[in-house]
Nanobody, 118 residues
Framework: QVRLVESGGCLVQPGGSLRPSCAAS????????MKWYRQGPGKGRELVAG????????NYAESVKGRFTDSRDNVRRMVYLQMNSLKLEGTAVYFC???????????WGQGTQVTVSS
C-alpha cells in the first residue's frame, strides 16, 4: 500500500522554525522526485520546494528562498522541510508529493497543519 505521511506541523510564532517530515512507503522511493506543496486558508495549492531523486538539486518558490531547505534520506525513505523565519503567510496545510521519474505516477500525502501566529 502506497503511503506518504506528513508530520511535524504545529503552532509556531512568527520568526520561528519548524521541520515537518514526510515518511514514504509502498513504492520505490529513490526513483521519485519529491516535492512540498502548501495550501493556505482560502487559497489554492502552491509548490513550495522540490528535490531530485538523489537530493542533488533543489528548487524553491521565490517566497521561501533563503528560509526553507528541502532534503531527503533515501535510506530512511524520508523527506524533510526545514522552515526558518516563518511568516504569518506560512500558515497552511503542507503536503508532500512524489512524482515518478519517466512516468505519470504521483502520490500525495494527507498534509500537516502549520499555523504561524503570535
Amino acid at each position: 500500500q502506497v503511503r506518504l505521511v506528513e508530520s511535524g506541523g504545529c503552532l509556531v510564532q512568527p520568526g520561528g522554525s519548524l521541520r515537518p517530515s514526510c515518511a514514504a512507503s509502498g513504492f520505490t522511493f529513490r526513483y521519485y522526485v519529491m516535492k512540498w506543496y502548501r495550501q493556505g486558508p482560502g487559497k489554492g495549492r502552491e509548490l513550495v520546494a522540490g528535490v531530485t531523486i538523489d537530493g542533488g538539486r533543489k528548487n524553491y518558490a521565490e517566497s521561501v528562498k533563503g528560509r526553507f531547505t528541502d532534503s531527503r534520506d533515501n535510506v530512511r525513505r524520508m523527506v524533510y522541510l526545514q522552515m526558518n523565519s516563518l511568516k504569518l503567510e506560512g500558515t497552511a496545510v503542507y503536503f508532500c508529493k512524489g512524482e515518478g521519474m519517466g512516468s505519470n505516477t504521483e502520490y500525495w500525502g494527507q498534509g500537516t497543519q502549520v499555523t504561524v501566529s503570535s
